[in-house]
């Protein structure tokens, strides 16, 4: 009569182990293994790379526009369009004392066309103080540098630019660029002709993201005032809040939010979540999408553990039955077969958490590789925004890259496991 064993014995793991390694010509299914074994490592890596290039792609995106663009945008509203701020010193005074504010500073912004060495380019400016704009991260140590912002304004007039837009006009630290407005000088008929004033380079500054390197410009205030006609006016009042990520939008408002709304009443308020949200509600939309896809990759992968124990099972036929006649219960064949196929899925598992854990970590000079290999050209900024490919590791990312993979494994292993358990002794040794 069999009596029962302790769950996954020593003796359970040694036959398994003993499964595992035996050659074809001994009724083993190695080439299977190996198989198996690859195709777990290849599906897990490429679930943990992808999420971290995902992960990595959000988290650059979101720092480009909350390092040089402002978390929430103060503007006065009247007969529907935009209106003069004159009084923004005193509304700027009262945004930056509520809790959360770290910046609050009034700017002018307007498009105007930029023109040297006879090349033209639409360039976006923006008017602030050299004070404020030494307060924008990305804009004081960005990815790249060129110049110094001691020159901006001062009695030459200095400005900076995007990278881009330096490379479109083919300009260099200490060169004129021509900034022509349409919205210029008012004439005695009544006409208003273009405004066009020259400006010395004092500063070039690359963020790494190419729509704003490719467009921006940034003027001292006064002068931008004078520029654009403003008077002493302003258009709008930047802020920056100590965790830009919690704020809510327009429609749905936070506390800080509604904090700063409340600190200047009849003001329009616009978060950066109002004009970003639509795209990063379609980056979340397509990290679940592609989640799905790559699970079923790894299920598929799985299911080759199941094609490997089937076999393995009918090869085994007659072992399990000299095993069931020796007195191990069917407990003990199913959790042999099981440690079998669950050991491929967490081999396999380990294998590519380490290989994508290592292509997140090394993404640079593997890029840079295949960028070389491949003749140049495979990253364009202007496509993807960003100067390089980012990757970013998030440990829940990988645990569930992991937890996922195990999971499947030991789920496609149990009906296998299950066909060996109940298979007759008798039937297996008859024809013996």
């Not at 083993?28 to 999420?51: K, N, Q, R």
């Not at 360039?123 to 990815?143: A, H, K, M, Y």
């Not at 799905?292 to 992968?301: F, G, N, P, Q, T």
């Not at 076999?311 to 191990?328: A, E, P, T, Y």
């Amino acid at each position: 009569m069999s009596r029962s064993t302790a769950p996954f014995a020593g003796f359970e793991w040694l036959i398994a182990w003993r499964y595992l390694r035996a050659r074809r010509r001994e009724g083993g299914v190695s080439v299977m293994t190996w198989i198996s074994l690859i195709g777990i490592t290849l599906a897990v890596f490429a679930l943990v790379a992808t999420f971290a290039v995902r992960t990595g792609f959000r988290a650059e995106f979101t720092d480009r526009i909350l390092g040089a663009n402002a978390h929430v945008t103060l503007y006065h509203m009247k007969d529907g369009r935009i209106a003069p701020m004159p009084d923004f010193d005193a509304v700027t005074a009262k945004v930056a004392a509520v809790p959360g504010v770290v910046r609050a500073a009034p700017m002018v912004s307007a498009q105007v066309m930029a023109t040297a060495r006879g090349r033209n380019a639409g360039v976006q400016v923006f008017g602030e103080r050299r004070s404020d704009l030494e307060t924008l991260p990305l804009i004081e140590t960005p990815e790249r540098r060129w110049g110094s912002l001691d020159g901006f304004g001062g009695e030459e007039n200095g400005i900076a630019i995007g990278s881009g837009v330096a490379r479109e006009l083919g300009l260099f630290v200490g060169d004129t660029v021509t900034l022509i407005s349409p919205d210029g000088v008012k004439t005695a008929f009544g006409a208003t002709s273009p405004r066009i004033n020259n400006y010395k380079i004092a500063y070039i500054f690359q963020i790494g993201r190419y729509d704003i390197d490719r467009v921006r410009v940034y003027l001292p205030l006064a002068e931008s005032q004078k520029f654009f006609n403003h008077q002493d006016t302003v258009d709008q009042i930047e802020v920056m809040v100590d965790r830009p990520e919690a704020l809510g939008s327009s429609r749905a408002p936070d506390a800080l939010t509604a904090r700063i709304a409340d600190a200047v009443p009849g003001m329009s308020v616009l978060t950066w979540k109002d004009t970003n949200g639509a795209y990063l509600q379609a980056l979340t939309m397509e990290d679940n999408v592609m989640f799905v896809i790559l699970s079923i990759l790894v299920l598929i992968a799985s299911l080759n553990i199941t094609s490997g124990l089937v076999m393995l099972v009918k090869n085994k036929g007659r072992d399990v039955g000299v095993l069931r006649s020796m007195g191990l219960t069917q407990g003990s064949i199913l959790r042999v077969f099981f440690i079998c196929g669950a050991s491929i899925g967490v081999v396999g598992t380990i294998l590519g958490v380490v290989l994508g854990c290592l292509f997140a970590i090394y993404i640079d000079p593997i890029f840079t590789f295949v960028n070389t290999v491949a003749g140049g050209g495979v990253w364009d900024p202007s496509q993807r925004m960003l100067s390089q490919l980012p990757a970013k590791l998030v440990w829940w990312d990988v645990f569930r890259a992991a937890a996922l993979s195990f999971l499947l494994s030991c789920l496609v292993t149990i009906f296998p496991a299950r066909r060996a358990a109940r298979l007759n002794p008798v039937e297996a040794l008859r024809y013996e």
